[in-house]
């Protein structure tokens, strides 16, 4: 069975993004995006937000013809382009979207179940909103954070302030990368 992996990158703090939705602290180098590129390739699609999808549609389709683009984000252009990506909105038209997307308007836990079911590689959801949704519904069996050595002090957190209960996980694997980047693997633990 597919797995859902939470894969973001957070402020020592626990933010994902600044105010104004800021990224500019996260401290992406060749080698994090090599890594990033990897990841992203494996999976069997992205699960994301309207928000992150839009800023995400942005940038990328434009990168890979880009010729200030580095190798390495013309190639991640072309993975996030040919990747199936589920993008959650109750403000955009549902079904078939450019950059082979797809819009639902709803999280619906059943649905994700049975979109587990399916054959392929794990998914990845992405966007502090979404996850939070995921999380409610306890739909997330990984946790990938690429923590940052950086404050920020305010922003969006990565995990809101909600009415859930605990949850055990395990540590399933660390990665320090050279730029100070510090990933960490958490696993649930099986009930």
Known sequence: MRKIILMMGVSLDGYT?????????????????????????????????????????SYWPAAGADPDSTPT???????????????????????????HSTVVSEVLPEAIR???????????VG???LAATFLAHDLIDEFHTYV????????????????????????????TFDNGVVLLRHARVPE
Request: proline fraction near 10%; charged fraction near 20%; aromatic fraction near 8%.
């Open 17 to 57: 993004e600044g105010p104004g939705r800021d990224i500019g602290w996260h401290q992406v180098d060749d080698a994090l995006h090599r890594h990033m590129n990897e990841k992203v390739r494996s999976f069997g699609g992205l699960l994301t937000g309207r928000v992150t999808h839009e800023l995400m549609a």
């Open 114 to 124: 049975a979109l587990k079911e399916q054959p392929g590689g794990d998914l990845n």
């Open 127 to 129: 966007g502090a909103d």
């Open 148 to 175: 940052h050595p950086v404050l920020i002090g305010t922003g969006t957190p990565l995990f809101p302030v909600t009415d859930f209960h605990p949850r055990v996980l395990r540590l399933a694997g660390t990665q």
């Open 73 to 99: 984000e013309v190639e991640f252009a072309a993975i996030w382009r040919d990747i199936p990506k589920i993008v959650f909105s109750r403000t955009l038209p549902p079904g078939p979207a450019p950059y």
